[in-house]
C-alpha cells in the first residue's frame, strides 16, 4: 500500500505542477486579451475622430467655390514659369524686362523658392496670352528700355518737373 500512496502523491504533485504551469500561461494571455481590447476600442475611437474629419472637411469643401481657392488667382509652378519663358524664347533678363522684375525674381520662380504675387503675377497671366513676336515687341519699346510699364506713373506724390 506505501506504493500506491507514493504514486498518488506523485500525481497530486505533476497535477498541481501541471495547474501552476496553466495558471501562469492563462496570466499572459489575459494580459494580451486586455491589451487586444484597449487596442480594439483606441481603434474604434480612432475611425469616430476620422469620420468627424471628414465631416468637417466635406463641409468646408463644399464651402470652397469650384475654381479652388478662395481670394487667389491661378497658380504657377517654377516648371510653368520656365516653359513660359521657354516658349518665348528669352533669357531670364529679357523675361524680367519684360515683366518689369528682376532677374534673381524670375531665377526664385522658376526655382520654386519664391512666387510672384500682385502685379507680378497679373504680368504673368498677361504674357502667358502673349505670342512670341508681341512679347519682343514690348521688350523693345521705349518704355520697356526705361524699364517701366508703358503708361504707368511712378510711386510716390512727387512727379518729375519736365525740363
Not at 145 to 161: T, V, Y
Request: proline letters at 3%.
Amino acid at each position: 500500500m506505501k506504493v500506491n500512496t507514493l504514486a498518488s502523491a506523485l500525481k497530486a504533485e505533476v497535477r498541481r505542477l501541471a495547474a501552476k504551469e496553466v495558471q501562469k500561461g492563462l496570466r499572459s494571455l489575459r494580459a494580451m486579451q486586455r491589451q487586444m481590447k484597449k487596442l480594439r476600442l483606441a481603434a474604434r475611437a480612432n475611425r469616430r475622430g476620422l469620420r468627424a474629419v471628414e465631416r468637417s472637411f466635406g463641409r468646408l469643401e463644399s464651402r470652397v467655390p469650384a475654381g479652388g481657392r478662395r481670394g487667389r488667382g491661378a497658380r504657377l509652378s517654377g516648371e510653368d514659369i520656365r516653359s513660359l519663358r521657354a516658349r518665348l524664347r528669352m533669357t531670364r533678363e529679357q523675361f524680367a524686362r519684360l515683366l518689369g522684375v528682376s532677374p534673381g525674381s524670375i531665377f526664385g520662380w522658376e526655382t520654386g523658392r519664391t512666387v510672384p504675387r500682385g502685379r507680378s503675377m497679373a504680368r504673368v497671366l498677361e504674357v502667358r496670352k502673349m505670342g512670341v513676336r508681341r512679347a519682343r515687341a514690348r521688350i523693345t519699346s521705349p518704355a520697356a528700355r526705361r524699364g517701366r510699364r508703358p503708361g504707368r506713373r511712378r510711386r510716390g506724390g512727387r512727379r518729375r518737373k519736365a525740363a
